[in-house]
């Protein structure tokens, strides 16, 4: 016979019966190969800015046009032989660069620009490797957590997209009474690669942190402050894609004075009449000069922004918003020093560099305003 039970007793089922509280039940069945998965979009992460690297190397050798013909499958494997060589050399000396430009080149000449520009392409395709077999590999392993197939397979589409942007860029540079690509091509080459950056950045510091962390930071959003950073972000873009523009024609070795040009305000033959519309890409002067004041005003925008992320509740958020800050300014007397010093190829690549550097913490403390990290009453 059972003892005496008392009547304060839960007796609707059985004891052995009973489920012991469990945590954590937002994250169940969704992690996936998160700590996998992030280790390999930073491995992107760190193609991508090599490719970057290697990109700016390229035009600052005036290197890209050295190949002239589009093999995505084929033109993975270089000249193997002397006859190989001659035939890549022949195709080069039918464009303009060459006939106007370059014909003083010989064949060791050819070859040293010839390798920077397969070597970019080479990159590219070994990027869309590693993506193609991580996101095959853990798709076919079922290890991608809940709602993240879409996500990573955005990289994978916009990488095809920016080959084909990339050819096409190159191809503007091969018609007649053309010795360069043309700058906005190159822009939105450019541009699209601080997107991919972004877009892979953004993903890596998501899987840094569990979902329910996520949804639990969410709480705690700084709206005007993450409205503020999307602004920067969008700003320090625009900046970015003028800069391209500059270095697309040669402009920051134009005007070599700060903080005047050619000894003036404004620099001599600002607007040209036979350019039209075109001054505003192809017109060193003009693009130089609007570069420097886009610079400035996003300078002020950074202050205002710096001051107003300083007041927020969260440490982390406003280290963010300080370092971010920080960076702009060193970048700003990058650039400064990349033009009295005429755009030698170590500072514009280090100032190249700085943009992404700047790119990702702006990015950080955007991320940081939607999703503050916890932090003690105390703070």
């Not at 510091?205 to 999307?230: C, H, P």
Request: glycine content about 12%; aromatic content about 12%; overall charge positive.
């Amino acid at each position: 016979m059972s003892g005496k039970r008392s009547i304060f007793e839960d007796v609707s089922e059985p004891e052995a019966r009973r489920d012991t509280p469990q945590g954590g039940m937002i994250d169940q069945g969704r992690g996936g190969a998160r700590g996998a998965i992030r280790l390999w979009l930073m491995l992107l992460f760190v193609l991508v800015v090599l490719i970057i690297a290697v990109g700016g190397l390229t035009r600052l050798t005036d290197s890209g046009l050295s190949i002239t013909q589009w093999k995505p499958l084929s033109g993975a494997l270089p000249p193997m032989s002397a006859a190989d060589w001659d035939a890549e050399f022949t195709l080069y000396q039918q464009i303009p660069e060459f006939t106007e430009q370059n014909n003083w080149m010989s064949l060791a000449d050819f070859k040293r620009i010839y390798w920077w520009e397969w070597g970019h392409r080479q990159l590219g395709r070994v990027i869309g490797l590693v993506w193609a077999v991580g996101f095959f590999g853990f798709l076919a392993a079922r290890k991608i957590p809940v709602g993240w197939t879409g996500r990573l397979l955005l990289p994978g589409i916009l990488g095809g997209i920016q080959g084909a942007v990339g050819w096409w860029m190159v191809s503007s540079g091969l018609g007649e009474g053309r010795l360069d690509v043309a700058s906005y091509r190159l822009a939105l080459h450019l541009g699209l690669a601080f997107v991919i950056l972004g877009v892979l950045a953004w993903y890596i510091l998501m899987l840094g942190r569990q979902d329910r962390e996520l949804m639990q930071a969410r709480r705690g959003r700084e709206a005007k402050l993450y409205g503020l950073a999307t602004g920067l972000l969008h700003f320090a873009f625009l900046q970015i894609l003028i800069g391209a523009l500059v270095a697309g024609i040669d402009a920051g070795r134009t005007y070599t004075d700060w903080p005047l040009m050619a000894g003036g305000l404004l620099p001599p033959d600002m607007w040209m009449a036979d350019l039209g519309i075109r001054n505003l890409f192809e017109n060193p002067g003009l693009v130089q000069f609007v570069h420097r004041m886009v610079g400035y005003l996003l300078l002020g925008f950074a202050v205002m922004v710096f001051l107003r992320g300083r007041r927020s509740a969260n440490i982390v958020t406003r280290g963010a918003f300080s370092t971010a800050f920080a960076m702009l300014c060193l970048q700003v007397v990058l650039g400064i020093i990349t033009v009295l010093y005429i755009a030698p190829v170590s500072l514009a690549l280090l100032h190249q560099l700085g943009a992404v550097v700047l790119w990702v913490l702006i990015l950080r403390t955007r991320f940081l305003c939607q999703y503050p990290v916890a932090q003690s009453v105390r703070g």
